[in-house]
């Protein structure tokens, strides 16, 4: 045997002399738990789009539609500056519509397109809150704590007067 594990020798022992780990042993746990405990942890956060990936990916698509159309005229036989001019307006139209703020639609991003989806929850739950009415800085549970300052009011206010009773 190697490394002082096991039998010396199996003689008269009624064993083969193998070796095995015991698969019944139970290994204590960690005491610490898989999962945070903190409240603040387990709200859920809204990720939070990133404005230059945006703005690359709108000129990317703008810089597209105006390859497109150079392509086209290109195949037509049409003169270079005449190119040149078409392109130049196309852009300049697309990227005025590009900083009106015509935000992407949700229904046609992909699920690769993970800030422009961001971007869409974003505003679709700022339309929903306002639907409701709900403020921006609305606090999860805050009815509670006003119910509880309430009651502790009332509370200070009876035992004042039975203060003043006696």
Same mark, same amino acid.
């Given at each position: 045997m190697s490394s002082n594990v096991g039998l010396t020798t199996p003689r008269g022992s009624g064993t083969? /002399?193998?070796v095995q780990r015991n698969l019944a042993h139970l290994r204590p746990?960690?005491?610490?738990?898989?999962?945070?405990?903190?409240?603040?942890?387990? !709200?859920? +956060?809204?990720?939070?789009?990133?404005?230059?990936?945006?703005? &690359?990916?709108?000129?990317?698509?703008v810089?597209?539609?105006?390859?497109?159309?150079?392509?086209?005229?290109?195949?037509?036989?049409?003169? *270079?500056e005449e190119i040149e001019t078409q392109t130049e307006t196309l852009r300049q139209k697309l990227l005025k519509e590009m900083n009106k703020g015509h935000g992407p639609n949700a229904k046609?991003? !992909?699920?690769?397109?993970?800030?422009?989806?961001? *971007?869409?929850?974003?505003?679709?739950?700022? +339309?929903?809150?306002?639907?409701?009415?709900?403020?921006?800085?609305? *606090?999860? /549970?805050? &009815?509670w704590k006003r119910d509880e300052? !309430?009651?502790?009011?009332?509370l200070e206010k009876e035992s004042e007067l039975k203060k003043g009773e006696d």
């Open positions: 083969s /002399g193998y746990r960690d005491q610490g738990k898989p999962y945070s405990t903190d409240f603040e942890s387990m !709200k859920h +956060r809204q990720r939070q789009p990133d404005k230059e990936i945006l703005e &690359h990916d709108r000129k990317r698509d810089e597209l539609k105006v390859f497109e159309l150079r392509d086209r005229l290109e195949d037509e036989g049409i003169d *270079e046609g991003l !992909k699920m690769h397109q993970v800030h422009e989806l961001a *971007e869409a929850k974003i505003k679709q739950d700022d +339309r929903f809150r306002s639907a409701l009415g709900i403020s921006k800085n609305y *606090e999860e /549970g805050s &009815h300052e !309430k009651r502790i009011a009332k």
